[in-house]
């Protein structure tokens, strides 16, 4: 199975949860700390990303990018 990672421009974030939503192997979450904005950034907490890029694509702010990385 590829697996993926997710890149996040916390600046852009403004804590939707749509990407949290979205991604199938859940394994986006809201952070607890706070972007130059005052919004809790979305992060990736665990291992598990796919690299399917359904959050990227949810994203209205395009604050995500999503590597896959095979081998």
């Keep these: ?3 993926g990672r ?3 421009r916390e600046e852009f974030c403004k804590s939707c949860g749509l990407c949290v939503t979205a991604c199938p192997m859940k394994t ?5 700390h706070l972007n130059p904005k005052g919004h809790r950034p979305v992060e ?3 291992e598990g990303c ?3 890029a359904l959050c990227a694509r949810i994203c209205p702010d395009v604050a995500l990018s999503v590597y896959r990385i095979d081998g």
Excluded at 28 to 32: K, N, P, V, Y
């Design 50 to 52: 796919t690299g399917c």
């Design 6 to 8: 997710v890149a996040v």
């Design 28 to 32: 986006l979450r809201i952070s607890d």
């Design 44 to 46: 990736q907490f665990r």
């Design 1 to 3: 199975m590829p697996k």
